[in-house]
């Protein structure tokens, strides 16, 4: 329908082409005018229907897409991430405190008390705790460093160099007095990330029911000490339980039996509040305590043998030295002495930088243990070794004899004998007892129409006796020493092998490094008839909890393929030695034993090393003793006094049991 000009309606023609189809749900939009009522025909409002229902599709999609992104956001946010944020949220009210171990203590061989813990206080800071702002940040570690008068610099690199462990407590000053740590402990309430940490510290002490003394100082190089772990040791170790505040063995026991000493530390769970400080205890797993360490070191002998050795370096002016008591019997160390030494207790809670440096300035290397680590030309101390190996072989007898008269001239070169115009006709016994060069030139390089070892032989039997390799004791710094070759020569110093060079190692000359350890365990072995034990300090360790025994087995490294015919040779002529010969100062003990002495060139400018190695009694020997003294000119002259007072002080220990180092 249309509107005419006057408002009428009236029908248009209506196209049949144009014609929708009328169903019972169409829907018709009518409209009449007011006055005549006709109906408009109305269409089917398809267009808008649809619009509509797409919109709705279309918001029901999106609403399902957002619900959806949600529940796998929370899901990724619960399941996946859910533990390291629950964690974090715990970790902002909650603490986990180390409890330390009580650590175990360290017995001699006769039960005495070596070792103690003594309650001490620490600063330390956790860095989580500290204000994230860089300016209050500096303000904390300011007044930190105000209240114990550390510099501030060494606070920050302290935190800095254990940056990665921002949860842990880093101790920034130890062993504070206790006046010093109540004072910080006041001041510390309104200060962040601080605290008072309670541990101990190893006090080296002879420890007797109602008083203590002190030490023999070389127990120092034995027991060693305790230092704070460095950056490295932490990464490796922190999986095994250590923390940023803890202390480790360093040296000597402490270091080689750290795990069996330790224990396992305990651990309190505490509520902290914004500042970091603990509320309440919420749960506490106490701590083990860690084992005992029972030692085969005797510290009557440890201070004995420390006595004479210093009286003999006092004597002759002389300033370095060690020596070494071992029992043939099983390898038990029973003293181990380097001179001059150092107090383990002057690192006890962290040594002072001038201590410190007063130690490592010291030319004669107090803190080396020359002992274990020093490796010396072994002068005529070698020879019984050489000699066993002739006898060996069967290049010699016990009855062949070579004429000493004063040297051996090979071409332009001399090599001389000790002492001038020769010792005349010697057989393998004398030459040990009077250290004969010429013999050994004989017998290790050959003259004439003899021939000797050789070098090659030489060095093997030296291996047989464990030169050149570690022997493992237990304590760590030993040394492997060195013997040479003819292609070790031509290798490093461009030179052929000389038969010269072969006399010079027969008489221990040359390049020949060995440590005292080493002699004395190469003396062990011809004194127990050829077996070479692993040196050992420990004894035995004790659980603390259950009071069970672990004892330390004696451990055989290796039998030397000597026989015992042979063997039995050479220690006759180290009985020679004392009876007769150069070592005859030890005849007048009241009990046999035999010895050898020997006199080390090592420098044109200065003094030879004296050496002296024995054991007794000769017959069922109990002790093997070992001296050195360097540049204490000769064996007989310096060396050999030592042992002799030692000795007679230890029969009296063994026999009477009396301890006095009355001379």
């Known amino acids: 329908m249309a509107e005419?000009?006057?408002?009428?309606?009236?029908?248009?023609?209506?196209?049949?082409?144009?014609?929708?189809?009328?169903?019972d749900d169409a829907t018709w939009i009518e409209s009449?005018?007011?006055?005549?009522?006709?109906?408009?025909?109305?269409?089917r409002n398809f267009l808008s229907e649809g619009v509509r229902k797409k919109r709705v599709s279309a918001f029901i999609i999106v609403v399902s897409i957002t619900f959806l992104f949600l529940i796998f956001r929370v899901g990724y946010l619960q399941v996946i991430h859910g533990?390291?944020?629950?964690?974090?949220?715990?970790?902002?009210?909650?603490?986990?405190?180390?409890?330390?171990?009580?650590?175990?203590?360290?017995?001699?061989?006769?039960?005495?008390?070596?070792?103690?813990?003594?309650?001490?206080?620490?600063?330390?800071?956790?860095?989580?705790?500290?204000?994230?702002?860089?300016?209050?940040?500096a303000n904390v570690i300011g007044r930190v460093a105000s209240l114990t008068g550390t510099p501030i610099e060494d606070i920050t690199k302290t935190i800095e160099r254990y940056g990665s462990y921002s949860y842990e407590s880093i101790v920034i000053q130890e062993d504070l007095d206790y006046d010093t740590a109540i004072k910080i402990y006041i001041a510390a309430a309104d200060i962040p990330g601080i605290h008072i940490q309670r541990g101990s510290k190893r006090l080296y002490v002879e420890e007797f029911p109602y008083k203590e003394t002190a030490l023999p100082q070389s127990m120092s190089h034995i027991l060693g000490y305790l230092g704070k772990l460095s950056?490295?040791?932490?990464?490796?170790?922190?999986?095994?339980?250590?923390l940023p505040s803890d202390t480790i063995g360093k040296t000597g026991i402490e270091k080689t039996y750290e795990t069996f000493l330790r224990g396992t530390y305990g651990t309190k769970r505490i509520e902290?509040?914004?500042?970091?400080?603990?509320?309440?205890?919420?749960?506490?797993?106490?701590?083990?305590?860690?084992?005992?360490?029972?030692?085969?070191?005797?510290?009557?002998?440890?201070?004995?043998?420390?006595?004479?050795?210093?009286?003999?370096?006092?004597?002759?002016?002389?300033?370095?030295?060690?020596?070494?008591?071992?029992?043939?019997?099983?390898?038990?160390?029973?003293?181990?002495?380097?001179?001059?030494?150092?107090?383990?207790?002057?690192?006890?809670?962290?040594?002072?930088?001038?201590?410190?440096?007063?130690?490592?300035?010291?030319?004669?290397?107090?803190?080396?243990?020359?002992?274990?680590?020093?490796?010396?030309?072994?002068?005529?101390?070698?020879?019984?070794?050489?000699?066993?190996?002739?006898?060996?072989?069967?290049?010699?007898?016990?009855?062949?004899?070579?004429?000493?008269?004063?040297?051996?001239?090979?071409?332009?070169?001399?090599?001389?004998d000790w002492q001038a115009g020769g010792h005349g006709i010697t057989n393998v016994r004398r030459s040990i007892a009077w250290s004969v060069n010429t013999f050994y030139y004989y017998i290790g390089g050959g003259f004439g129409d003899f021939v000797g070892l050789g070098v090659e032989k030489m060095m093997e039997y030296l291996r047989y006796f464990g030169f050149a390799q570690k022997l493992g004791i237990d304590i760590p710094g030993e040394v492997a020493g060195f013997l040479p070759s003819k292609e070790w020569k031509e290798q490093t110093k461009g030179e052929r092998w000389y038969v010269g060079d072969t006399y010079n190692v027969s008489i221990g000359q040359g390049d020949i490094l060995v440590t005292p350890l080493q002699i004395t365990s190469y003396i062990v072995t011809i004194a127990n008839g050829g077996t070479i034990f692993k040196p050992h300090v420990v004894e035995k360790t004790i659980d603390i909890a259950t009071d069970e025994e672990h004892p330390i087995q004696p451990e055989i490294i290796d039998?030397?393929?000597?026989?015992?015919?042979?063997?039995?040779?050479?220690?006759?002529?180290?009985?020679?030695?004392?009876?007769?010969?150069?070592?005859?100062?030890?005849?007048?003990?009241?009990?046999?034993?035999?010895?050898?002495?020997?006199?080390?060139q090592w420098s044109s400018s200065k003094e030879p090393h004296a050496w002296f190695t024995s054991f007794a009694p000769y017959k069922n020997p109990e002790i093997v003793v070992t001296v050195l003294i360097e540049e204490g000119i000769g064996g007989s002259e310096t060396a050999a006094p030592v042992a002799y007072e030692f000795y007679k002080w230890w029969w009296r220990y063994k026999t009477t049991g009396d301890i006095s180092l009355d001379d």
């Not at 009449?32 to 269409?43: A, C, E, V």
């Not at 950056?231 to 250590?242: I, M, N, Q, R």
């Not at 003293?335 to 001059?340: D, E, G």
């Open 272 to 416: 902290v509040d914004s500042f970091g400080k603990e509320q309440k205890v919420l749960t506490e797993e106490p701590p083990s305590p860690g084992s005992h360490v029972v030692l085969t070191i005797d510290v009557h002998i440890q201070e004995a043998l420390e006595h004479f050795l210093q009286k003999g370096l006092d004597k002759g002016g002389f300033f370095r030295a060690s020596a070494v008591a071992m029992d043939p019997r099983d390898g038990s160390i029973r003293a181990l002495v380097s001179l001059p030494s150092f107090d383990n207790n002057d690192f006890s809670g962290g040594i002072g930088n001038a201590t410190y440096q007063s130690y490592i300035s010291n030319e004669n290397k107090p803190l080396f243990n020359r002992a274990i680590s020093g490796a010396f030309p072994s002068g005529s101390s070698i020879k019984p070794a050489f000699a066993a190996a002739a006898l060996q072989e069967g290049i010699i007898t016990p009855n062949t004899t070579f004429q000493s008269t004063g040297g051996l001239a090979v071409g332009q070169w001399f090599f001389p």
């Open 559 to 600: 039998t030397v393929p000597i026989s015992g015919e042979n063997l039995n040779t050479v220690r006759l002529g180290m009985k020679d030695c004392v009876d007769y010969g150069a070592c005859r100062r030890l005849s007048l003990l009241p009990f046999e034993s035999a010895g050898k002495t020997g006199t080390a």
């Open 231 to 242: 950056p490295e040791e932490l990464d490796t170790l922190y999986s095994a339980g250590y």
């Open 32 to 43: 009449s005018h007011p006055n005549t009522g006709d109906r408009r025909f109305g269409t």
């Open 4 to 23: 005419d000009t006057e408002g009428q309606f009236f029908r248009l023609p209506i196209d049949e082409s144009l014609s929708v189809p009328v169903t």
């Open 83 to 137: 533990v390291s944020y629950r964690e974090a949220a715990e970790s902002n009210r909650q603490r986990f405190l180390p409890i330390p171990s009580e650590r175990g203590l360290i017995f001699d061989n006769n039960a005495i008390q070596l070792t103690k813990n003594v309650p001490n206080f620490s600063l330390a800071l956790i860095p989580q705790d500290l204000p994230r702002n860089a300016e209050d940040r």
